[in-house]
């Protein structure tokens, strides 16, 4: 379905231009001739594998719920035969374009936004299922830009006693890797709130570190650094949300809200919808992230969002032409990347929706190719999926880099130090590295869908270079814009060996057992039996060390330094309980 | 006898507490106890009382293994070894057991049992706690079941029960108070006016530590075990087999237990009981335990 610039639709509507193009939908600008009003058209290509129910129970979903914060869908009409949607355009790009790793005041501020349509979509029985910065938009408002909730097209809506499987099959995962719930990609019907909660943590954690928060391991995925500095609350949240155990988490977008904002009543107001949402400034907004734009193979403008200036809109790319290249691409890409700069960097406009990235329904249905045991065989223990472990027909097998190999193998001493990625050519896979810099772990990308790949992580906030995922991709891919430059940021100390003490009077010993990836067991005494749990984690560039056990339940954060230790462990809900060690 | 491992067994697995996910821990114990009296159902202490001629000697070994499945769910093999003997065999008492009285030696009952915390003081939880079953089984000692010297009734049993905890700081150290309530069922061995014996029964233990420096903990313990249906010792027929196993029994014991961490992952510990109270069963039963616990094994298999 390509429909002309001019084209009229139905009697009132005029096309003014393709917005995005996506394997299974087009966005088109197309204005009401009667009112004069911009509107996007969303129409299901040919190819689309999805069945036009299904965009309209999104139409009917979407404009049932009335909130600021979410993109409202006004009509459906038919265009050549075929029902499409009209929607509010939002002419603003969406958080994946942003690079992540805002400030911290504007970051919670978005969120809260956020939370607020959130919430609003879970007291209507709805859940979204798909929360990612792709599906987040930022409307220019008065006062700055209001984030909307997009792509409610594998919204599920849930009645009380709701055991019915609608759309979505039994057994079949659906959602984006990364950010979609470890039991939702196992069997999206079953879900429940808590699934959007995984993926509001992801969000969080991105929104303030600028990656996402599992890294591939051998062993497992294992959460990258925390984010909060000494405050150990949000990093406490955060691995609650994060939890792979749907129990371990917040019950509710409010719970997340009123521990998020406990100190912020103004914040919390909206989080809850007590209040209206809150426009976020420019400043502050999204850091300048140099990307070299020949090595992206788009053509596309970068994204340099100038501080209390906002971007201009650009002329549609040429990255419109290329071709989807499968459900074998878009599982790999969908899992690492479209985060950071996909749709943004392609169009340097303003995609309504974004059609660029792999949409998450289409993993879905790669997934139910792949069959739903495959799957579940791919999250051994219900952990977040690693990506490039997700077993896909036709995929290539992951490539390692001698490098990252290298990189990985060497990094075993006791200090690490700040390696410094090298600048690898377009298609070379790299180490990734953690937030300081050191190499962390050697992660593959099988293939990619070029009109949609970037790599995870990739894009780098400050002078803490995180590269990220290596990619395999073809040209055309933003996998060279993953690779940091050469940093000078000093050694890191890494702790070794075993430290004991005391923690509230108990015996208390943290052995690090692994200097990368950085795990340590973590044994407390209670009377004469010994509890000893599993933590992973990392090592800031600042010196703390932050881990976090393997079932998310418990926080562990400390500085070692010299022959002591000092810090504070947090397990579920429970108090902050201060500890001190020596060697 | 019996109320060697019951005693013991409140020992080792009392309290909520698991050793984490994938660790595991060992713990080795002897025990010796020395019994001269048996108290009967008119009495208690020492106005009933029988006299086992110059007492009974036992001695015993234990191996408690106990591993995390997950970070809050253990699974515990309790192994017991006993060697019982009569300090005179020419007395009354053997005179009418005859070989009853013979020396018995074997592995007692073995024991598995999974635990499941379910409040976790951690996590801010007013107390820990934790919800158990258990099953155990003895087939092997059935044929000395009726021995005065027996290590076990040769019955498979099935229970399930609680621990319950809370610890602090103390000083440079802590404070831990920890105990458990089991009940189980047991295969009937005979009838006694229609009823299946031995009943249903019930043990437990509480105990109360203090680490002032943490390195050592001291403090009480107090166990019982209850069978509350069954036969009283002196109406008995000593000439069937189950007559112990037919007992109605009730049994307190008190005393206390030492441990030091002598390095990480390894402690000692002793403990000393006595029965305070007692009902068909030992009266002035002095039980002495020594053990080593070795833990974080699992740690010790992390990859360097």
């Known amino acids: ?583 | 006898m019996l109320w060697i491992c019951l005693v013991a067994a409140a020992l080792a697995s009392g309290g909520p507490y698991t050793v984490g996910a994938r660790s595991a821990s060992v713990y080795l114990g002897l025990e010796a106890e020395r019994i001269t009296r048996l108290a009967t159902s008119e009495g208690s202490y020492a106005d009933s009382v029988i006299d086992v001629d110059d007492g009974i000697a036992k001695t015993g070994a234990k191996a408690i293994l106990s591993y995390g499945l997950f970070d809050r769910t253990e699974l515990e093999l309790t192994l017991p070894y006993a060697a019982n003997h009569l300090n005179r065999l020419d007395g009354p008492i053997c005179e009418a057991l005859g070989d009853g009285c013979d020396r018995t030696s074997g592995f007692a009952p073995v024991q598995v049992r999974v635990k499941q915390v379910v409040l976790d003081e951690l996590t801010g939880a007013p107390f820990s706690l934790a919800l158990a079953g258990e099953m155990r089984f003895g087939g092997w000692t059935w044929a000395t079941r009726g021995r005065l010297t027996n290590v076990g009734l040769g019955t498979f049993d099935a229970g399930g029960g609680l621990g319950f905890g809370r610890s602090g700081g103390l000083g440079s150290g802590y404070w831990a108070l920890s105990g458990s309530a089991d009940a189980r069922w047991r295969t009937p061995l005979t009838e006694v006016d229609g009823s299946a014996v031995p009943g249903w029964e019930t043990d437990g233990g509480v105990e109360l530590l203090f680490a002032p420096q943490g390195v050592v903990a001291i403090g009480p313990e107090v166990a019982w075990f209850f069978r509350p249906n069954g036969t009283d010792v002196e109406t008995s027929d000593l000439s069937d087999p189950d007559w112990i196993g037919a007992l109605s029994v009730q049994k307190v014991a008190l005393g206390g237990s030492a441990h030091l961490r002598a390095r990480q992952g390894v402690t000692v510990s002793a403990g000393v009981f006595h029965n305070v109270w007692a009902v068909n069963n030992p009266v002035d039963a002095l039980l002495v335990t020594a053990g080593v616990q070795v833990s974080r094994l699992g740690a010790a298999r992390a990859r360097p």
């Open chain 1, 1 to 583: 379905m390509n429909l002309a610039t001019g084209e009229r639709v139905g009697d009132r509507l005029r096309v003014e231009g393709l917005v995005s193009e996506g394997g299974s939908a087009c966005v088109y600008r197309v204005r009401h001739e009667a009112l004069g009003v911009v509107y996007a058209l969303k129409v299901l290509t040919p190819r689309s594998p999805f069945p036009a129910e299904r965009l309209l129970r999104e139409g009917r979903i979407q404009a049932a719920l009335r909130h600021p914060c979410i993109v409202q869908v006004v009509d459906v009409v038919e265009v050549a035969g075929a029902q499409a949607l009209i929607m509010e355009y939002v002419d603003g790009p969406t958080l994946a374009g942003l690079g992540g790793g805002m400030e911290r005041g504007v970051a919670r501020t978005l969120y809260a936004d956020v939370l607020a349509a959130v919430g609003a979509a879970h007291a209507h029985g709805v859940l979204h299922r798909d929360l990612k910065p792709q599906n987040i938009l930022l409307a220019p408002v008065t006062g700055g830009w209001l984030p909307k909730v997009a792509d409610f097209g594998i919204a599920r809506i849930v009645e009380a006693g709701d055991t019915r499987p609608g759309v979505t099959r039994f057994g079949v995962g659906m959602g984006t890797p990364g950010y979609t719930s470890p039991e939702q990609l196992r069997d999206a019907a079953s879900v429940d709130a808590r699934a959007d909660i995984y993926s509001l943590g992801v969000l969080l954690f991105e929104l303030l570190t600028g990656h996402l928060p599992f890294d591939a391991d051998p062993d497992g995925p294992r959460m990258l650094a925390p984010v909060s500095g000494d405050v150990p609350e949000v990093d406490i949240l955060l691995a609650r949300m994060l939890a792979s155990d749907p129990e371990a988490r917040p019950a509710s977008v409010a719970e997340v809200a009123e521990a998020l904002y406990a100190d912020e009543p103004r914040l919390l107001d909206i989080a809850l919808g007590r209040a209206p949402p809150l426009p976020v400034g420019m400043t502050g907004l999204v850091r300048p992230v140099p990307v070299d734009a020949a090595t992206t193979g788009t053509g596309g403008s970068n994204l340099t969002i100038v501080p209390g200036v906002a971007s201009p809109p650009s002329s549609p790319s040429s990255g419109r032409s290329v071709v989807w290249l499968g459900v074998v691409g878009l599982v790999a890409v969908a899992a690492v990347g479209g985060v950071f700069l996909g749709p943004w960097l392609r169009s340097g406009s303003a995609p309504t929706v974004d059609a660029a990235t792999p949409p998450a329904i289409e993993v879905a249905e790669a997934r139910e190719e792949a069959g739903a045991a495959a799957l579940a065989g791919a999250l051994p223990g219900a952990q977040p999926v690693d990506p490039a472990a997700v077993p896909v027909p036709g995929s290539a097998p992951p490539i390692a880099s001698p490098d990252a190999t290298a990189a990985a193998s060497s990094s075993t001493a006791a200090v690490r130090p700040a390696a410094g990625a090298s600048p690898a050519p377009v298609g070379t896979p790299v180490a990734a590295t953690d937030p300081v810099g050191a190499p962390a772990a050697a992660v593959a990308v099988s293939a990619a869908a070029p009109d949609s790949l970037s790599a995870t992580g990739a894009v780098v906030a400050d002078a803490a270079p995180a590269a990220s995922a290596a990619s395999g991709a073809p040209e055309g891919s933003a996998a060279s814009s993953a690779v940091a430059p050469p940093t000078s940021a000093p050694a890191v100390a890494v702790p070794s060996g075993e430290w004991t003490g005391t923690l509230g009077g108990r015996p208390f010993l943290v052995r690090f057992s692994s200097a990368d990836p950085l795990e340590a067991e973590v044994t407390l005494a209670f009377g004469v039996t010994e509890r000893t749990t599993r933590y992973r984690g990392s090592v800031s560039a600042d010196g703390t060390v932050r881990l976090v056990s393997v079932d998310g339940d418990g926080v562990l954060l400390g500085r070692f330094s010299g022959g002591s230790a000092r810090g504070t462990l947090v397990v579920g809900k429970g108090r902050p309980m201060d500890w001190q060690l020596s060697r």
